[in-house]
């Protein structure tokens, strides 16, 4: 995971136990995504969508 991250410029920043406020914050970036930016677009392969 770290690699990963590394490779992207980015971090990982894990939300804290037993605290279900922070993982709606996590997931609502990849709920746009899906909703929105995705939505109606068609790609040839997992590299051309990403």
Excluded: I, W
């Amino acid at each position: 995971m770290a690699d990963f991250a590394r490779h992207y410029g980015t971090v990982v920043v894990p939300t804290e136990p037993y605290r279900p406020e922070h993982k709606g914050k996590v997931e609502a970036g990849v709920k746009y995504a899906q909703d929105n930016a995705c939505k109606g677009r068609t790609f040839d392969s997992l590299g051309a969508q990403n």
